[in-house]
T-cell receptor, first 110, second 114 residues
């Protein structure tokens, strides 16, 4: 069993829909990251959070440390949101290495 | 240019050949990382470096060699390439200390071993 599980693996939505991507993890962490990878490969960081909720534009990330679960929400989805969304958890310790989920492929259709 | 760059962006090589992938960052970040990305797997850590001349193995180090003689460069060498090393390779870097936990990724190198 992977230490970081994402669901769904694939998601197709219509423009304007509210989207939720889930991430569950089984290890102790110091923080959780959400990343976005567009076609063509570039990976950018969206959020880093260790508790509660963060919002940036139409994106909202939440984390429940007790339940070892995080969600990424996209409100009013747009075709330009189409990408792979990756959850990664940061281990504690000196190196703070990341453990990655396998990603959720989102396609938003106009 | 500022940021983190990788070269080459695409590489095709034959089984048994030595290949070196380059990574360069301009932020003077202490930490640098090499990952590979394959279908069905998340990004997997190959090697990382906490500073110049300090490197350590990640999750999948076999068949790879790294060095870090300068802070800004972190080359990854496949000593004798195998087909199983066909993958997309990402380099990343981050600073050291509290508040410097975000990793910045290079654009990736798509490597095909025939």
């Amino acid at each position: 069993k992977n230490e970081v599980e994402q669901s769904p693996q694939n998601l197709t939505a219509q423009e304007g829909e509210f989207i939720t991507i889930n991430c569950s993890y089984s290890v102790g962490i110091s923080a959780l990251h959400w990343l976005q990878q567009h076609p063509g490969g570039g990976i950018v960081s969206l959020f880093m959070l260790s508790s509660g909720k963060k919002k940036h534009g139409r994106l909202i990330a939440t984390i429940n440390i007790q339940e070892k679960h995080s969600s990424l929400h996209i409100t009013a989805s747009h075709p330009r949101d189409s990408a792979v969304y990756i959850c990664a958890v940061r281990e504690g310790g000196a190196t703070n290495k990341l453990i990655f989920g396998t990603g959720t492929l989102l396609a938003v259709q106009p | 240019d500022a940021g983190i760059t990788q070269s080459p962006r695409y590489k095709i090589t034959e089984t048994g050949r030595q290949v070196t992938l380059m990574c360069h960052q301009t932020w003077s970040h202490s930490y640098m990382f090499w990952y590979r990305q394959d279908l069905g797997h998340g990004l997997r850590l190959i090697y990382y470096s906490a500073a110049a001349d300090i490197t350590d193995k990640g999750e999948v180090p076999d068949g790879y060699v790294v060095s870090r003689s300068k802070t800004e460069n972190f080359p990854l060498t496949l000593e004798s390439a195998t087909r199983s090393q066909t993958s997309v390779y990402f380099c990343a870097s981050r600073g050291q200390g509290l508040g410097f936990y975000e990793q910045y990724f290079g654009p990736g190198t798509r490597l095909t071993v025939t």
